[in-house]
């Protein structure tokens, strides 16, 4: 075996095989060599990308010594599938069980390689805490996390604590009110839904231990260190979809444990006091009512988005609304510039700078005192009022199974910007067909009744004449107002009946429990329409990141880079 201070150079057998294995920098890798000593196939893997490196042979899953000596090590990599999906491929556990010529040399290749892999992958997590819904997608939370991902973890020598969830909001209560020591990163089995937990956990602690005020929409939030996972387990998985390239659990559970890091917007979604983040879609019109609807068919599990989607689709409705945005400077991208969001994207480093200018690289500080307040919100406004088919927000492209480009495939994950997709009052053709294209090569903003802005921030309110009728309930509020919505929320059918003063409930038909419950009531005018609602409706809800907001008139900013992720966004896949 040959040892220098950059190389370690030796022979190994795997299987009557061969190998020149070679650890250099930061690959290690291993060539065939057949019997007339010629080179042949070499596998290359870098050191950021081993899982881990164990003594003997050693299977996983079960996670046992099979019959070997002591020449033996296996090493554990991150092994990548040329079958993808069209937008990412999966990630398995590789694996190469190797015989030493001597038990010294077995000792040295195991010393070297986990030394290099503390050297060149120091931020790995060793500590995690995970949140399971047993209740997500098709209910598999949990056997998901503990065929799949605790092998893995156990294998890499992460420890979790696990805890499965008994009722919804559980997990953001958890991170923003227990001690959180020792931990290098939250987990969520589950779906969008359940990402949405973390992010409002993380988020929250993050501004209370930097004395912020999240509350005030004009105020620069403090980017949060705590790194989120996204284990798929759901309806949706956008966030996981997007940001990783598949919905795959494995190779989610792989990028976590390689301590992969993306930073990805937030927009913050304002309406007086109260506050929600979305990540994936602040979206009006069609997919408020498809939410709605679909809250009603929980019990389908995720075909409740499809049932529903062409349920409020046969109903052809469209809202008006005056919508103003203030643009994201169109001299760095734009949503039509067929420039994908890749894996180390440029669009999103060179943004760091111009989203953290006080950043101290020394000391990895953000100095929030130098200027509490953004100046981002400083440009000129946008108005745009019409009658729309549906209104969106989305920070990302908002890729998932059901759509594997996106609400807007050129968006990008950390830059700062989201993008807005007004659709207008068309014919239920011409909306067909904008849907359509979101499943196709064909792009979904080359239609006449379709426009889309990069923006930094957004403003909605209804028309003069059509306003809400606002009535904000606080824990400490109008207890009647209250347990009113609640039985709305209990059984959306007793909508028709929930009239109070003369005006109907919304359609809340959502979630069992709210942080600081603020509900609306709004005034509901225009034709009644068909199978999926019989109530006249001119105004429709806003689906934020598939919880509906008990408000109309919002106001909803960008925060660039406010949260990690486990990811790295997605591989070009025509990279070798
Ligand atoms: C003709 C095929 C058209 C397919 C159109 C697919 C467009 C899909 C765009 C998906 C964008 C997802 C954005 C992510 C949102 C998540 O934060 C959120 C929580 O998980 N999910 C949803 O709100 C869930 C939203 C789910 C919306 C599903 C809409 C399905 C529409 C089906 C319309 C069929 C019309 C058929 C007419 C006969
Ligand atoms: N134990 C629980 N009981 C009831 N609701 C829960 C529980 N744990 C979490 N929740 C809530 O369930 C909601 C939906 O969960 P999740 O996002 O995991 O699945 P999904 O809705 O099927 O997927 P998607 O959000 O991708 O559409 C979340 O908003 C979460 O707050
Ligand atoms: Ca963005």
């Given amino acids: 075996m040959e040892i220098d201070s950059v190389r370690v150079e030796s022979s190994l057998w795997i299987g009557n095989k061969r190998y020149r294995a070679f650890l250099s920098g930061w690959y290690f890798s291993w060539t065939e060599i057949d019997k007339r000593n010629r080179e042949k196939k070499t596998i290359s ?34 092994k990548r599938s040329s079958k993808g999906n069209g937008i990412g491929a999966p990630w398995s556990l590789g694996r190469a069980q190797f015989c030493c010529p001597s038990r010294g040399v077995r000792d040295q290749w195991i010393t070297q390689l986990r030394t290099a892999l503390k050297t060149h992958s120091p931020s790995r997590p060793h500590r995690l805490l995970v949140f399971i819904n047993p209740f997500g997608g098709k209910k598999r939370g949990k056997q998901i996390f503990h065929s799949l991902v605790a092998p893995l973890f156990e294998l890499a020598g992460i420890s979790s604590h696990v805890v499965v969830t008994e009722r919804a909001n559980q997990a953001r209560d958890y991170i923003l009110k227990k001690d959180l ?37 004009t105020v620069m939030l403090q980017p949060c260190d705590l790194h989120i996972g ?11 979809f997007t940001t990783i390239g598949i919905n795959d659990p494995v190779t989610s559970t792989l990028h976590i444990i390689i301590g992969d890091s993306q930073p990805l917007d937030v927009c913050s979604v304002h309406y007086q006091s109260t506050l929600r983040y979305s990540v994936s879609m602040v979206g009006y019109g069609f997919y408020g009512d498809v939410l709605a609807e679909s809250e009603r068919h929980r019990w389908m599990g995720p075909l409740r988005y499809d049932y529903s989607g062409c349920m409020v689709y046969l109903c052809n409705r469209s809202y008006p609304g005056l919508v103003q945005y203030l643009p994201g400077d169109s001299h760095i991208s734009s949503p039509r510039d067929n420039i994908r969001c890749l894996s180390g994207c440029r669009v999103c480093s060179e943004s760091k700078e111009r989203l953290f200018p006080h950043f101290d690289s020394s000391s990895s500080l953000y100095s ?30 908002s890729s998932c199974p059901r759509s594997p480009k996106g609400l807007s495939p050129s968006a990008h994950l950390a830059d700062g910007t989201a993008d807005l997709i007004l659709v207008r009052e068309t014919n239920p053709l011409g909306f067909l067909t904008y849907l359509h294209r979101h499943t196709n090569t064909q792009d979904q903003f080359d239609l006449p009744f ?33 347990a009113s919505a609640e039985r709305v929320l209990e059984d959306p059918e007793k909508l028709s009946s929930s009239n109070t003063a003369g005006h109907s409930q919304q359609h809340l038909a959502g979630r069992k429990e709210r942080g600081n419950v603020t509900t609306s009531r709004v005034k509901r005018r225009g034709f009644v329409c068909g199978p999926c609602c019989t109530k006249p409706r001119s105004i429709s809800v806003w689906n934020c990141d598939g919880e509906i907001l008990p408000h109309t008139e919002i106001s909803c900013r960008v925060h660039g880079q406010l949260v990690r992720l486990f990811a790295r966004g997605v591989e070009d896949s025509t990279m070798p």
């Fill in 181 to 217: 020591t020792g931990f290098d990163g939250v987990i969520c089995v589950g779906g969008d839904g359940m990402f949405s937990e973390l992010l409002h956990g993380v988020i929250g602690r993050t501004q209370q231990e930097a004395g912020i005020s999240e509350h005030d929409p």
């Fill in 230 to 240: 996204i284990i798929p387990a759901g309806s949706t998985d956008c966030v996981c």
């Fill in 368 to 397: 929030t005192n130098v200027s509490q307040y953004s100046s981002e919100l400083e440009g000129e406004w946008v108005t745009v009022e019409g009658r729309f088919k549906c209104i969106s927000l989305t920070c990302i492209s």
């Fill in 450 to 482: 379709v426009e889309v802005h990069r923006v930094k921030a957004v403003r909605f309110s209804l028309p003069p004449g059509e306003e809400e009728e606002e009535e904000e309930v606080g824990e400490e509020g109008d207890r009647e107002i209250q």
């Fill in 45 to 78: 893997v870098p050191v950021s990308e081993v899982i881990g490196v164990k003594e003997g042979r050693v299977e996983i899953q079960p996670q046992k010594k099979v019959e070997d000596t002591d020449l033996d090590f296996t090493l554990f990599y991150v």
